[in-house]
């Protein structure tokens, strides 16, 4: 993917090491059995790939609690400098390109686009949905219209997963932005309400149907940047294959529960993220009316 010509976000933040977290020492996929066996995740904010919705409700609920009144503690704006690391500076011109893109939509909608900010950590961090720990994975908070993001997640997503190459990470932001356009919609905020009186099936459902068009705007930005080179979109559906809810399963737990999934089974996470990288166009990324 073509991004060396791009200045790095102005809209970056670099929070350091959070200290303690509640990762409780496991790793990304020494989590799966625990988390995903026990069919949580009604929530709503979203985490790319592996537990996205079990330690954050939508706009701060969840197992971490709090609210969207919660601050960062033990930590400065300013403690470290933003996109000074190869990882970060890759991520940051991720965020230009995403501005970019998503200015141009809004715009031809008469509308404002507002940029989400990218926060980087290491370890854990305290966001307005409550304490992360990066065993979690990137996520998108709502209460700090931010995307947060320890890039150590990269070498998970190369040497874990096998999705190697610059867009399958380029696709983890471009999902969280994915993430950001659904707040700025409204659509969240509806998911959440409907959660509130779902079954918990139910809500996995509209959990499901929220990560897919996250997906699916993932692969509209990525078309309508103009940066895609030749072996870029077999990486993306590397990845979206790598974080498919069933293949999560079957390598965590041996069995696969699809009234648990959160995210999406990998035939329906690369099925969408195609779609918006065939039609660059947001409007077929519905993926509520699809669903029925």
């Known amino acids: 993917m073509r991004l060396d010509d791009l200045d790095p976000t102005d809209n970056a933040r670099d929070w350091g090491s959070g200290g303690g977290g509640g990762g ?58 933003a996109c000074d690391t190869q990882e970060e500076l890759f991520a940051c011109r991720v965020m230009t390109s995403t501005e970019q893109v998503w200015s141009q939509v809004f715009a031809e909608q008469g509308q404002r686009y507002q940029p989400a900010t990218i926060n980087f950590f290491t370890g854990s961090v305290q966001s307005a949905c409550g304490q992360a720990s990066a065993a979690v994975g990137p996520f998108y908070c709502p209460g700090d219209q931010g995307v947060f993001l320890d890039t150590g997640f990269f070498d998970e997503l190369d040497k874990r997963f096998g999705a190697k190459g610059d867009f399958a990470r380029a696709y983890v932001v471009g999902h969280e ?50 940066r895609l080179e030749p072996g870029d979109i077999e990486e993306g559906m590397t ?24 995210h999406g089974s990998s035939a329906q996470r690369k099925q969408w993220l195609q779609r918006g990288l065939d039609s660059g166009d947001p409007a077929q990324c519905d993926t509520f009316a699809a669903a029925g």
Request: hydrophobic share 40%.
């Open 24 to 81: 409780g020492g496991f790793g990304l996929l020494g989590l799966l059995p625990l988390l995903l066996g026990r069919g949580m995740g009604c929530g709503g904010i979203v985490l790319i790939g592996i537990v996205a919705l079990i330690f954050f409700g939508m706009g701060g609920g969840g197992l971490l609690g709090g609210g969207g009144t919660q601050t960062r503690q033990g930590q400065s704006q300013g403690a470290a400098k």
């Open 177 to 226: 932005v994915g993430h950001h356009i659904q707040n700025l919609e409204g659509t969240s905020a509806k998911v959440s309400q409907a959660q509130g009186r779902a079954s918990r099936t139910e809500g996995n459902r509209l959990s499901v149907l929220l990560e897919l068009q996250a997906d699916c705007y993932a692969g509209v930005w990525a078309k309508r940047s103009g």
């Open 239 to 262: 990845a979206a294959n790598a974080i498919g809810d069933d293949t999560l399963q079957r390598q965590g737990q041996g069995e696969v529960v699809p009234d648990s999934f959160t």
